[in-house]
Nanobody, 111 residues
Framework: QVQLVESGGGLVQVGESLTLSCKIY????????MGWYRQAPGKERELVASISTFGEVNYARSVLGRATISKDNAKKSLDLQMTNLKPEDTGVYYC?????WGQGTQVTVLS
């Protein structure tokens, strides 16, 4: 059974940066794609960024140039670094792995 634990959310000001981390407890960390999604109030969950087994990355258009997804196979962790945060980045951020989801971490960007 996979367990995902996110951390790093919080309150930030417009233009600031933050890094979200997800610890993934699994024996299959290196053999699957994984990603970050977010859900804003009243909206559907949407993909923010994903990374394949081989390190290929994909970003939502809305965060392109402001987000960097990375993984550490040894630490079994998945990070999402975001810069120049905007109010529309506000939401609950979830990491996902093989169809499993973490509990989410809240990011609130204050204007």
């Amino acid at each position: 059974q996979v367990q995902l634990v996110e951390s790093g959310g919080g309150l930030v000001q417009v233009g600031e940066s933050l890094t979200l981390s997800c610890k993934i407890y699994t024996n299959f960390f290196g053999v699957s794609a994984m990603g970050w999604y977010r859900q804003a109030p009243g909206k559907e969950r949407e993909l923010v960024a994903s990374i394949s087994t081989f390190g290929e990355v994909n970003y939502a258009r809305s965060v392109l140039g402001r987000a960097t997804i990375s993984k550490d196979n040894a630490k079994k962790s998945l990070d999402l670094q975001m810069t120049n945060l905007k109010p529309e980045d506000t939401g609950v951020y979830y990491c996902t792995f093989r169809g499993e989801w973490g509990q989410g971490t809240q990011v609130t960007v204050l204007s």
